[in-house]
């Protein structure tokens, strides 16, 4: 079966950049997309097919994907983008990535 | 205002069954399809199956097929997710989430459910 390894873990400082990765076998062919994750709350939807935003996420959530990564990027990170984030993509099933906890300190 | 309504928390005991619903509002109920997703304690996100409310079709993740199913009520706008054979390891917020990708290999979810616990215990 396919699988997604992220990081468990990423840190950055307010106001740096965060770039949170997501690798498989020959991702790039595959359209990808991220949520994030608050304790407590249900997942939102940040990042769709590679690098679309919907409605309402901030303009500093960006993504890419290309050979056998793709990279969630949060520029000019906040206090609230302090969260876990997965990867997402389909292959016969949908397939979620491990997560990776953004700490923002 | 869009969303999708959970009903609310179970528990079990290990060996029977539950089932979870889901009631969408402000679209039309058929126009998408509605997955499962659960998240055990500190456990990633897990895909469970999908339903397509407008024809009935599903499909389901192997690791729960056997044990799961998905159904649709359109006269009640509700879609619903029935596991069996709980076990302890099946303790776990679930999730529905509707899929606005016009094909699978694009699926992604814009909007979840609340989340409805499952705790599975003697």
């Known amino acids: 079966s396919y699988e997604l390894t992220q990081a468990p873990s990423v840190s950055v400082s307010p106001g740096q950049t965060a770039s949170i990765t997501c690798s498989g076998d020959?991702?790039?062919?595959?359209?990808i997309c991220w949520y994030q994750k608050k304790p407590g709350q249900s997942p939102v939807l940040v990042i769709y097919?590679?690098?679309k935003r919907p409605s309402g996420i901030p303009e500093r959530f960006s993504g890419s994907n290309s050979g056998n990564t793709a990279t969630l990027t949060i520029s000019g990170t906040q206090a609230m983008d302090e969260a876990d984030y997965y990867c997402q993509v389909w292959d016969s099933s949908v397939v979620f990535g491990g997560g990776t906890k953004l700490t923002v300190l | 205002q869009v969303q999708l309504v959970q009903s609310g928390a179970e528990v079990k005991k290990p060996g029977a069954s539950v089932k979870v619903s889901c009631k969408p509002s402000?679209?039309?109920?058929?126009?998408?399809?509605l997955h499962w997703v659960r998240q055990a304690p500190g456990q990633r996100l897990e895909w469970l199956g999908w339903v397509t409310p407008g024809t009935g079709y599903t499909k389901y993740s192997q690791k729960f097929q056997g044990r799961i199913t998905i159904t649709r009520d359109t006269s009640a706008n509700t879609a619903y997710m029935e596991l069996s054979s709980l076990m302890s390891e099946d303790t776990a917020i679930y999730y529905c989430?509707?899929?606005?990708?016009?094909?699978?290999?694009?699926?992604?979810?814009?909007?979840w459910g609340q989340g409805t616990l499952v705790t599975v215990s003697s």
């Open positions: 097919q590679n690098n």
């Open positions: 402000g679209y039309t109920f058929t126009s998408y399809s």
């Open positions: 020959k991702l790039g062919d595959k359209y």
């Open positions: 989430a509707r899929d606005m990708a016009t094909a699978s290999y694009k699926v992604y979810f814009d909007l």
